[in-house]
């Protein structure tokens, strides 16, 4: 049994490893810096990082109270609201990318006031951060609640007994204990959002992130030119993936 | 003081029913009973965690039911210790002071003083995980006392040990608790522990505190069956009252007839202690209302004492008996002896 | 402290619910029958819907063995193993398209083959099915470490000394008792697949599957019918998330 | 018959050293240590899961080092029972039949006849969920015992249950044992659980059998002073050789003189288990060869049975003593008695 399922095995693995083996030693340095680091890649780049880190501290800022919230208090609704929390996980992409235009574009009431606010959903900066943040909510969310339900209550039922309210526990105990998973899942939202093409091709087109500029430019240029730009990109993926399993302690 | 009244809670599948406890300063109490029982329900109850459907807190005199748990000053000691790991054993120890706005000056001194009451200083610069079970439980011990609660709430800080850590650190809690004289609420399921720890125990089952009282009133009576078989009765008997004779009360195991100086129903439980049984070589001067001959059918070596049953017609009798005795009556399988068990010893429980 | 914590989760739920609830209630049937039912978008549908099943079953064949060794045998190199695994988690959508086509278009060696076997890649079925199988691989194979992991192994031990073989024991305890995770893998792959557009776009765009077309319809018709043709896909994705959560008994 | 020779095993942090046992057929063998001995390792490398380093395993008489589990016909029992949760009762007991092919109508009488034997038939049609603690460890036995293998492994069949389940547990399994005579080797840390059963003992540290025998062999000369604290004794000393005399040894513990039968070198521990001290109202006829005089320090109540320390000469001495002694001799603290401990429980411990 064991030599047909280490073949099978086998098989799956070469199915991941060959293709990115393929593109990253298929292509040449010339071409790496032709393509991939032009001041139009360059530029791509920059707003897809840029973006995705926006998305992310603001999925820090609103995704630490709400899975605080999930692991240390019972209410009615709690099982509905995990299962909303991870709702993107299943949204097909350009779904969720015409949701969010449906929902916020300048001429819906919500969306006229954002867009009076310069924060524009359609073909602007604040699209790209709205989608990126969109699709990486689980994955923020998630890493959240696995990380304070790591805490032992005991620890914090303990400070609250020498004299620490409720905030004091959370800021001295809970949060620093939780601390590995809040990077954990800071990476992840991140490594999300910079991987986010097919909403984006709804949302924001322009200003042209770097998966953007790859799809044009495989549909302009063909393969050749699209695998050199999207070196870079696959070696900052590679590089956060890295990251994320050393936090996590490895998985 | 603490003193619980009526006190009720519901959560989930644990429960407490109408508890009523108090607890005087500087006692030391322990309250036992099986997993599920809801010991631990009751201890996060007193400090604040778990809000009660019904009854009271009352701490000090003063209700406490509606405070939360760091306006009480009860220190808790959950079973893992609960170290903070992400700081020292010095910070462990002085978080309590830190949130009670102490200068640093003070806080040293404070954890100075405590951490040589435990015999910890050499271990303050450490984190918790580079500690044992021991050495956690002192710095634990420690964190709790430095802030001079109002009691502390141990939950089976004993349990998870080895048995050889386990009764080092039983004697440890036991002489700082002479030293300082601190007040506790000590929850444990091993009952050997209770008898050497508490000034008074209490006994829950299902939510309920079913039994308290010093350990000697516990078993010497203990009321209930389960109270019985949980502070170690062997001889439990079904009975029948038939009658009473001189003041006594006349029961019967099966074929063997026996007096009691307590009163019951006609059906009931019978429980003779082990240490009850006495076995004697000659018939000497007796004060036992009961004296019957039984047969060895059995000898367990147990806990550096033998246990020996005894069938007396039909009925099985254990006895407790030192290696001395066993070899000064040349106690073997097969043998007869008188045996005696007082009036006194031959508990009736009606439940 | 808890009422600030409750306001910014509220937010973020709501960036969740509202985007989807305008999608689903701002659509008239009639939109929907017209768009999201006519003959073009239920080709699209089935497309879609066979290929994720497709490369599901061969997820199914291939992880299943790679998931018993990562949990069953200590081998040098399994950490790699399991990180190889949850690469695609981090690889851009679009590079993912990209490497796909780099390894296996039909004018590399391995392609050749496959193409002269009836499974060219460009713009193919085969093509669909290899995409969406190499984005569900971790979400396949993550779930099967989980249930694999779960089964004690005391269990395999006592039925090993009991007279039965690793592959009995497998096939016998193993297996059954991983079954709710079997499903949940399933069910997880099978809706990753169908939310994937952008390596699509790249690897195959035709046959159009229903993820392509809403693409199409949103730069050709606008907003108003790209909506519309995505509500059967969503409703569907809603559907296995709900399908998800109960054999995952919640999570 | 089972024999393991010089068996080595190394698996990250547990660790097998040269271990050698030989276990006769239908012999009752416990094997005792604390956690992280290695006993579960010791079990599986028996089994077949782990494969030893160095070493043989020897089933009946043929060198099974190399076999794998299936083909060693070794019923495994480990701590949670691990029954089949997706299976029946009945099929989990009938899993070892029906890999060996049995057929249906003999996997039936089979079946029945085990659990008639285990008193489990009403439980058949049962899912081992819906099973109590004591329900299941039958079900694992009759699992275990109906494919009549060459020995039952059982680790740690007892713990992880209520004190009073446990003790039925006990008697049940040796009353199954009696009965059907199975060979087998149980895994405990539990010394009372150990000197219940075994018929024969073996004491594990870090990966070594440091102690086998008979629980007498063990209890009275444990030779090594972990050993000696694992199975309990309480009275363990720092002596000091000083001579001979009369063919004994004389060796002094601080102010104390005792005479020992063992020899020893220098400096040595000394050991006295706390029921070798005997105590005597008055001088009557004593053969023990050390006789002095000592003061109650303290009295505590240790299951069924009093452990009386007293104080010679600055040495302190535990004795258990039965509630019987204790009201006889009167004794209570601060009161003088005479004790005596025979020359064979001076134990001297050269390790």
């Given at each position: 049994?064991?030599q047909?399922?280490?073949?099978?095995?086998?098989?799956?693995?070469?199915?991941?490893?060959?293709?990115?083996?393929?593109?990253?030693?298929?292509?040449?340095?010339?071409?790496?810096?032709?393509?991939?680091?032009?001041?139009?890649?360059?530029?791509?780049?920059?707003?897809?990082?840029?973006?995705?880190?926006?998305?992310?501290?603001?999925?820090?800022?609103?995704?630490?109270?709400?899975?605080?919230?999930?692991?240390?208090r019972?209410?009615?609704?709690?099982?509905?609201?995990?299962?909303?929390?991870?709702?993107?996980?299943?949204?097909?992409?350009?779904?969720?990318?015409?949701?969010?235009?449906?929902?916020?574009?300048?001429?819906?009431p919500?969306?006229?006031?954002?867009?009076?606010?310069?924060?524009?959903?359609e073909?602007?900066?604040?699209?790209?951060?709205?989608?990126?943040?969109?699709?990486?909510?689980?994955?923020?969310?998630d890493?959240?609640?696995?990380?304070?339900?790591?805490v032992?209550t005991?620890?914090?039922?303990?400070?609250?007994?020498?004299?620490?309210?409720?905030?004091?526990?959370?800021?001295?105990?809970?949060?620093?204990l939780?601390?590995?998973?809040?990077?954990?899942?800071?990476?992840?939202?991140w490594?999300?959002?910079?991987s986010?093409?097919?909403?984006?091709?709804?949302?924001?087109?322009?200003?042209k992130?770097?998966?953007?500029?790859?799809m044009?430019?495989?549909?302009?240029?063909?393969?050749?030119?699209?695998k050199?730009?999207?070196?870079?990109?696959?070696?900052?993926?590679?590089?956060?993936?890295?990251l994320?399993?050393?936090?996590?302690?490895?998985? | 003081m603490i003193?619980?009244?009526?006190?009720?809670?519901?959560?989930?599948e644990?429960?407490?029913?109408?508890?009523?406890?108090?607890?005087?300063?500087?006692?030391?109490?322990v309250?036992?009973?099986?997993?599920g029982?809801?010991?631990?329900?009751?201890?996060?109850?007193?400090?604040?965690?778990?809000?009660?459907r019904?009854?009271?807190?009352?701490i000090?005199?003063?209700?406490?039911?509606?405070?939360?748990?760091?306006?009480?000053?009860l220190?808790y000691?959950?079973q893992?210790?609960?170290?903070?790991?992400?700081?020292?054993?010095?910070?462990?120890?002085?978080?309590?002071?830190?949130?009670?706005?102490?200068?640093?000056?003070?806080i040293?001194?404070?954890?100075?003083?405590?951490?040589?009451?435990?015999?910890?200083?050499?271990?303050?610069?450490?984190?918790?995980?580079k500690?044992?079970?021991?050495?956690?439980?002192?710095?634990?011990?420690?964190r709790?006392?430095v802030?001079?609660?109002?009691?502390l709430?141990?939950?089976?800080?004993?349990?998870?040990?080895?048995?050889?850590?386990?009764?080092?650190?039983?004697?440890?809690?036991?002489?700082?608790?002479?030293?300082?004289?601190?007040?506790a609420?000590?929850?444990?399921?091993?009952?050997l522990?209770?008898?050497?720890?508490?000034?008074?125990?209490?006994?829950?089952?299902?939510?309920?505190?079913?039994?308290?009282?010093?350990?000697?009133?516990?078993?010497t009576?203990?009321?209930?069956?389960?109270?019985a078989?949980?502070?170690?009765?062997?001889?439990i008997?079904?009975?029948?009252?038939?009658?009473?004779?001189g003041?006594?009360t006349?029961?019967?195991?099966?074929?063997l007839?026996?007096?009691s100086?307590?009163?019951?129903?006609?059906?009931?439980?019978?429980?003779i202690?082990?240490e009850?049984?006495?076995?004697?070589?000659?018939?000497?001067?007796?004060?036992?209302?009961?004296?019957?001959?039984?047969?060895?059918?059995?000898?367990?070596?147990?806990n550096?004492a033998?246990?020996?049953?005894?069938?007396?017609?039909?009925?099985?009798?254990?006895?407790?008996?030192?290696?001395?005795?066993?070899?000064?009556?040349?106690i073997?399988?097969?043998?007869?002896?008188t045996?005696?068990?007082?009036?006194?010893?031959?508990?009736?429980?009606?439940?």
């Amino acid at each position: 049994m064991i030599q047909g399922f280490a073949a099978l095995a086998l098989l799956l693995i070469s199915f991941i490893v060959v293709p990115l083996a393929s593109l990253l030693l298929g292509t040449s340095s010339q071409e790496i810096v032709k393509y991939g680091l032009d001041s139009e890649a360059l530029y791509a780049l920059y707003i897809g990082i840029s973006a995705s880190i926006i998305a992310t501290v603001l999925l820090i800022i609103s995704g630490v109270p709400l899975a605080y919230l999930l692991t240390r208090r019972d209410f009615k609704g709690r099982d509905l609201i995990k299962a909303l929390v991870d709702l993107p996980f299943v949204i097909p992409h350009g779904v969720a990318g015409i949701a969010l235009l449906v929902a916020f574009n300048s001429r819906t009431p919500l969306g006229f006031i954002l867009s009076n606010l310069g924060m524009k959903l359609e073909d602007s900066f604040w699209g790209i951060v709205s989608v990126m943040a969109f699709v990486s909510v689980p994955l923020m969310v998630d890493a959240l609640i696995d990380g304070f339900s790591g805490v032992d209550t005991d620890l914090e039922h303990v400070a609250r007994g020498l004299g620490a309210s409720e905030s004091e526990t959370f800021w001295r105990i809970t949060l620093p204990l939780a601390s590995r998973s809040l990077v954990t899942g800071s990476l992840l939202s991140w490594a999300r959002g910079m991987s986010e093409v097919g909403a984006l091709l709804i949302v924001a087109y322009y200003p042209k992130s770097i998966n953007v500029l790859i799809m044009e430019r495989f549909w302009t240029y063909g393969l050749q030119v699209a695998k050199a730009t999207a070196i870079p990109l696959l070696v900052i993926s590679l590089t956060t993936f890295v990251l994320i399993r050393r936090f996590s302690g490895r998985r | 003081m603490i003193e619980l009244r009526d006190l009720c809670v519901d959560l989930g599948e644990f429960k407490l029913d109408e508890i009523n406890l108090s607890v005087k300063k500087g006692e030391y109490i322990v309250i036992m009973g099986p997993s599920g029982a809801g010991k631990t329900l009751l201890l996060q109850t007193i400090l604040g965690i778990v809000k009660p459907r019904k009854g009271r807190v009352i701490i000090d005199g003063r209700n406490a039911t509606e405070l939360p748990p760091e306006k009480r000053n009860l220190s808790y000691v959950p079973q893992n210790y609960a170290l903070f790991p992400h700081m020292t054993v010095y910070d462990n120890i002085a978080f309590g002071l830190r949130i009670r706005g102490y200068k640093d000056l003070e806080i040293f001194s404070n954890v100075r003083e405590v951490s040589e009451i435990m015999g910890i200083k050499y271990l303050l610069q450490r984190k918790p995980s580079k500690l044992s079970g021991g050495e956690q439980q002192r710095v634990a011990l420690a964190r709790a006392l430095v802030v001079e609660p109002r009691a502390l709430l141990l939950d089976e800080p004993l349990s998870a040990l080895d048995k050889v850590i386990k009764s080092e650190l039983q004697r440890f809690l036991k002489k700082i608790h002479s030293k300082i004289g601190f007040t506790a609420i000590h929850v444990t399921h091993d009952f050997l522990e209770a008898s050497y720890l508490a000034d008074r125990m209490a006994i829950m089952y299902d939510g309920k505190i079913v039994r308290a009282g010093t350990l000697d009133d516990i078993i010497t009576y203990p009321r209930d069956r389960r109270v019985a078989r949980f502070v170690g009765g062997e001889n439990i008997y079904h009975g029948k009252i038939i009658g009473t004779k001189g003041g006594l009360t006349r029961v019967k195991i099966g074929e063997l007839e026996l007096f009691s100086i307590y009163n019951g129903r006609d059906e009931t439980l019978v429980m003779i202690r082990p240490e009850d049984v006495y076995v004697h070589g000659k018939m000497g001067s007796m004060s036992a209302q009961n004296i019957f001959r039984g047969i060895v059918e059995e000898i367990e070596y147990r806990n550096s004492a033998y246990l020996v049953t005894f069938n007396v017609k039909g009925v099985l009798l254990r006895s407790v008996v030192t290696k001395q005795a066993l070899e000064e009556l040349s106690i073997a399988k097969g043998k007869k002896f008188t045996l005696s068990v007082k009036a006194a010893a031959v508990r009736i429980i009606s439940s």
